[in-house]
């Protein structure tokens, strides 16, 4: 199979308009990187995720999806949507009404799965809308809610037989492109998609299925991929190997851990994909019987605040002065420790060293004197 058997997604447009800052996703745009917020929306709670929005994007976060499951959830949405840049996505089950509620109050974009939203009057008095407020739409289906149909035929084949993960893999296809043929025939074009299955090549086959046929960018996601470790593990290898056939607009890494977790985690694929070049790199030594500096410390007490850092330079945080300069000689700036001083490095050149016994503020305020010099 080569890159040229698979379409070129179109590019779809969100935010803009008064409302967020404008994101392109698919065309020639860098793949955007979001995540979901993880619980229920109340009104006290509206301030303290409008400054949580404004971390993520400063970690690299695009768009931010919250489930809207009922019509306070929807007002509260609305009202968080007027306190941010972020662009943010509304994720409607069951209640077409609550699309139209969020159309309405300006939200960037619509998450609908339109197997579980009702008859096609429904679906169609949300694409009205959203054509009439120039909002995008991304239908996303999951093997969860797959149409009865669909789902007996992928039930027929047992879970041990070598074509069950094809068979499944192609019912989500299948899925989507009955819900695009909807969005097709009610002249609806700027539509994203999302397959999700819980195993890799399940995400692997049906997206490689749906780039054959279709220009319409791709969300990519490994859905219910477990904890922080197996999360990233079934991510990394789902999206690059779709990535290395040019397929994929956008991503999610699903974990049972923190929002910023996943953000940091799509970050760390993208780059390492070549897909978000740029930033600030951090490299860091796993420490072992030489290390003579606390690295997993000082890289948790850094991490967050470097990757905020509107620069492109890679940053080494080594545990010994044995081999932390040689090995952290790529990097901009490095620190590392012997007893009780501290080096700060630039490509391997030691520009600063202080004795500072086991204070980690004057650590601190020492690295970032050297960082604000860059
Ligand atoms: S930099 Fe030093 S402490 Fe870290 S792994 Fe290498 S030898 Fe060990």
Redesign the pocket.
């Known amino acids: 199979m080569t890159m040229n058997t698979f379409k070129q997604p179109r590019a779809v447009q969100i935010g803009g308009s008064g409302r967020t800052r404008t994101l392109t996703i698919g065309g020639s745009a860098p793949v955007s990187i979001q995540t979901m917020w993880k619980a229920p929306l109340s009104a006290d709670s509206l301030n303290t995720v409008a400054k949580t929005l404004t971390e993520l994007e400063m970690l690299g976060c695009d768009i931010v999806r919250f489930a809207v499951p009922d019509h306070h959830s929807a007002d509260l949405l609305v009202a968080l949507a007027k306190m941010t840049d972020m662009p943010l996505v509304a994720d409607i089950h069951f209640d077409h009404t609550l699309a139209l509620r969020c159309l309405d109050g300006n939200i960037a974009k619509i998450r609908i799965n339109p197997g579980n939203i009702g008859s096609t009057s429904n679906v169609r008095a949300v694409v009205e809308k959203a054509q009439d407020t120039n909002v995008a739409i991304r239908i996303g289906v999951n093997t969860g809610s797959l149409p009865a149909d669909l789902r007996a035929r992928v039930e027929s084949v047992p879970a041990d037989d070598p074509q069950h993960t094809t068979v499944r893999a192609d019912a989500l296809v299948e899925a989507a492109a009955r819900e695009v043929a909807v969005f097709d025939s009610l002249g609806f074009k700027p539509v994203v998609v999302s397959m999700k299955a819980s195993s890799v090549k399940e995400t692997v086959f049906c997206n490689e299925r749906f780039a054959q046929k279709y220009d319409i960018p791709l969300h990519l996601g490994v859905t219910e991929a477990g904890p922080l470790i197996a999360g990233v593990v079934k991510s990394t290898l789902a999206f690059s190997q779709l990535f290395s056939l040019g397929i994929g607009s956008t991503v999610r890494v699903s974990l049972s851990d923190t929002i910023e977790n996943e953000v940091l985690a799509a970050r760390a694929i993208l780059s390492e994909c070549g897909k978000r070049p740029g930033g600030v790199t951090i490299v860091s030594?796993?420490?072992?019987g030489?290390?003579g500096f606390d690295?997993h410390g000082f890289v948790s007490r850094w991490q967050k605040e470097l990757l905020s850092l509107d620069k492109t330079i890679t940053v080494a945080v080594?545990?010994?002065v044995?081999?932390?300069p040689g090995?952290g000689k790529h990097a901009d700036i490095g620190i590392?420790g012997a007893g009780d001083s501290i080096l700060i490095f630039r490509h391997g050149k030691i520009v600063r060293k202080e004795i500072i016994g086991s204070d980690t503020a004057a650590t601190d305020r020492a690295f970032r004197e050297e960082l604000q010099k860059l």
């Open positions: 030594c796993p420490r072992c030489r290390d690295v080594m545990g010994c044995v081999n932390g090995e590392t």
